[in-house]
Every structure is written in structure tokens, then in C-alpha cells.
């Protein structure tokens, strides 16, 4: 059987590791609510996608995790971006495997 083209794209999608941003950061370099609990406003070098996951402090003192739902890219500035996301875990409830933003960078950086 051969798979058309969006359904390997579904497939690689599937199979990709999240990876985990904080909700937080300065100048150029930011995540931040736009709506809580439901949409987010993002200043990334490298934009998250579908699937990616996104933590945030709660008032109960634990560290949420939220699942980006979807995404916007702006065009102006580039690095500019909207997030829908929902509720998924909180961190120390999760079991899955994530990769820190942080070691994405310093990967593509080599």
C-alpha cells in the first residue's frame, strides 16, 4: 500500500518527540498568555508545533502542561507567533518523553 504524501507527514508527526517550552523569557525571546489556559503569544528563534508542549506556573504551586493545539506564524515580525493550546498534564504527572528547548538550540547551534 502506499501512503500519499500528508499522510507521511501525519505519520513523521506522530512519531516526533514534543518539545517542552517555558512560559517565560525576556525581550525577543518570550512566551506569554494572550488568553489563559487557551492561547498564547510567542517571541521564538525556533516556533513550536503542533504537539509541542508548553509549561506554566499554577497557583496551586505546580507547574502546568499545556499541548499546543495549533499554531500562526506571523510574517512581521518572523519570530512572532499565536498558539491555541489545552490543558494536558502537570509536569510531575507526565510520563512521556519531551526534549527542553533549551537542548534543541544548543543542538542546532553545532
Do not use: C, H, N
Not at 509549561?55 to 510574517?75: A, F, H, I, W
Not at 493550546?85 to 519531551?98: N, R, S, W
Amino acid at each position: 500500500m502506499r501512503l500519499k504524501f500528508w499522510e507521511k507527514k501525519r505519520l513523521e508527526w506522530k512519531a516526533r518527540i514534543p518539545v517542552l517550552y517555558e512560559m517565560s523569557g525576556g525581550w525577543g525571546d518570550r512566551i506569554e498568555w494572550s488568553t489563559i489556559g487557551s492561547r498564547v503569544t510567542g517571541w521564538k528563534q525556533r516556533i513550536p508545533e503542533v504537539g509541542d508542549l508548553i509549561s506554566s506556573p499554577m497557583q496551586s504551586g505546580k507547574t502546568g502542561l499545556y499541548r499546543v493545539t495549533d499554531v500562526e506564524q506571523m510574517l512581521d515580525p518572523r519570530d512572532m507567533f499565536f498558539a491555541d493550546v489545552e490543558e494536558a498534564f502537570y509536569l510531575d504527572e507526565y510520563e512521556g518523553e519531551y526534549t527542553l528547548d533549551k537542548e534543541r538550540k544548543a543542538t542546532f547551534l553545532k
